[in-house]
């Protein structure tokens, strides 16, 4: 089966069971909270392995789960995931469970890649400016790239503004190529 109608489906189920709770931006973070534990430590390959029995699996997956104060909702998903080895599909479930949740609260995901890091007072002005551009809440993210020389490269909406000194002086270059 294709990731993507898979992580849907997993990610529009369990978003409707959070709804059903009235909870659905706190489950949200408890799965961000699980993934960022499952993604850079060894539990994510004990969980995958199917060496280890399905009940050893599933006892430490419980143990881990209660360490990070997680709902019984979340808990019985994340053992549905682990039963039916769908936890590989883990980040890009949170991934459309996030989309579900940014839609919903009527939120936009943007991300800003620049040079060096921003200044909080910078990363306000601009989440207050793609605000008024896409007429919604905006949840920035931030990266950086040193290759970027200078200037900002912003994604909003699948639509991207690229001000960045790289690509201001590829386009000089283009230019003066195309005028000798």
Avoid: C, W
């Amino acid at each position: 089966m294709i990731e993507g109608s898979l992580s849907r489906r997993y990610a529009k189920a369990f978003f409707q069971l959070a709804q059903e709770e009235a909870s659905e931006e706190a489950i949200g973070q408890e799965l961000e909270r699980f993934l960022a534990a499952y993604a850079v430590s060894a539990l994510q390959t004990v969980l995958n392995n199917p060496t280890f029995g399905l009940d050893s699996r599933r006892k430490i997956l419980l143990e881990v789960t209660k360490a990070l104060s997680l709902s019984p909702v979340s808990i019985r998903f994340l053992a549905i995931l682990l039963e039916r080895d769908r936890l590989v599909y883990l980040p890009s479930i949170v991934d459309r469970y996030r989309s579900l949740l940014n839609l919903a609260k009527g939120r936009v995901e943007a991300t800003a890649v620049g040079a060096a890091a921003l200044d909080p007072t910078m990363i306000e002005r601009l989440r207050k400016l793609l605000g008024g551009i896409s007429g919604k809440e905006v949840v920035l993210h931030e990266q950086t790239d040193p290759s970027l020389i200078g200037g900002m490269r912003v994604s909003l909406e699948g639509k991207v503004y690229d001000g960045t000194v790289r690509t201001q002086l590829e386009k000089m270059k283009q230019r003066i190529a195309r005028e000798y």
